[in-house]
């Protein structure tokens, strides 16, 4: 089918109101746990030929947040599905005000490869939890996860109701040539931008769920053991493959050197070496030229622990580097990988004046007890979403939406928000017949200018 036709049929599926009752989009959703709870072990083969990630880890970072997602959606949709009552100003009573969500129509997701399934599986639950179609383009570097899918999906979806093709940038292209209602798309600032061009041409509405430089902040009253153990977790996750991850540490100077020892220690503990047989929980860099771009940020001169790697496997150990000021070239553009840039500063004002400056992060972490400098960093620094003395953990809270700002994102998803995401809400003033003052019809006259003013002021 060409995109055009695949588009068309969706159009005309969707037109013909088939996708609006409660009972059809729960019965989608349950036919879309069921497909994956089946198949859930091609699912785990198949992402390990793209980057040998763990069955644990698979579960934990990607199928996990799809079940929830799942359950989460089939219980609460009728809610959500809800016409919400709202109250009626003085000026139109006795009216009644009512919110009414509507599905936005057609949808496009293009998904990315770092996990590769929930970044694909769950904004497709909230669209067709909104009552949408979907047109799913999972990334072609993850080709097997992105293949299973499609085989799994497109054999028990008619094309009509959601669809997966698989394919590269041309694919994508072609796709996004077209007037969809919706698109939802994950990946680079750069392709984000090239996205948003292509939906301008239809005004299509989207939701950018993009990347950037995320900071963590370690301030000097910080138990410093458990944050490096929780810094060292999310950071080196899928082998910092990750939108969320720790991109960089800023360290208040009196604490810097206990915090590297912890760091060491927590990754001597948690990521032994590979010189001895590959552990579980290493996760290979997705293809070499995202290794090679890697190993070109680590500055020898500057490496405090790790920098060790085996290129035909495709593994880095984590790598922490110490002395990196913001002038250094791993500062530049964000890592998405293994290697961990630690920064000292002195004064925490100076250098929240600094961070303001940089484009808007995805997340920002921040280590203390101190409730006003928290108070202080989070007020005055924009970020997409983050955590205090945690990493990662907050996308895991579907009833936290989850997405960034400015240069990291536009709109959000998880849960209700993807909900939101994929709907529109409609604003409907219900008039009876029976009342109907006189005061907004001419003759104007000034007795009534001053009833309108009190009815409305
Ligand atoms: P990418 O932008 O290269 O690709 C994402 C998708 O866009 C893929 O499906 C790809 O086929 C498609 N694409 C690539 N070039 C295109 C073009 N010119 N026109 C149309 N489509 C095109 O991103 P990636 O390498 O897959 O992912 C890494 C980036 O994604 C990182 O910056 C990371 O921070 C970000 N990311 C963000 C989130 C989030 O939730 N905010 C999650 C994961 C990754």
Redesign the pocket.
Known sequence: MTPENLLAAQREFFLSGQTLPLKFRIKQLKKLRKAIRENEQYFYEEIYKDFSKSKFETYATELSLVYSELNLAIKKLKKWMKPKKKRTDLANKPGKSRILPEPLGCSLI??????PYQ?SIVPVISAIAAGNTVIL?????SYNASAIMAKVFNRIFIPEIFHVVIG??KE??AL?NLNFDKIF????????K??YQAAAKHLTPVTL????KSPTFVLPDAKIKMTAKRIVWGKFLNAGQT?VATDYILVDKTVEKQLLEELKNQIKIQFPTFENGIPENYVQIINERNFDRLLNLIDKEKIYYGGTFDKEKRLIHPTVLHNISFDDTVMED?I?GPVLPVIAYENLDELIEKVKLKPKP?ALYIFSKNKKQIKKIQTEISFGGGAVNDTVMHLTNHRLP???TGS??MGSYHGYAGFETFSHFKSILKKPFWFEPPVKYAPYSEKNRKILKFLIE
């Open positions: 293009i998904g990315a490869w770092n996990y970044l383009k999972p990334s072609e570097l590269g940038i994508a292209q996004l798309f994950t990946g680079s600032v750069p392709v984000g090239k996205i769920e993009l990347g950037g939108c964000e998405f995805l989850f997405g960034g990291s994102g």
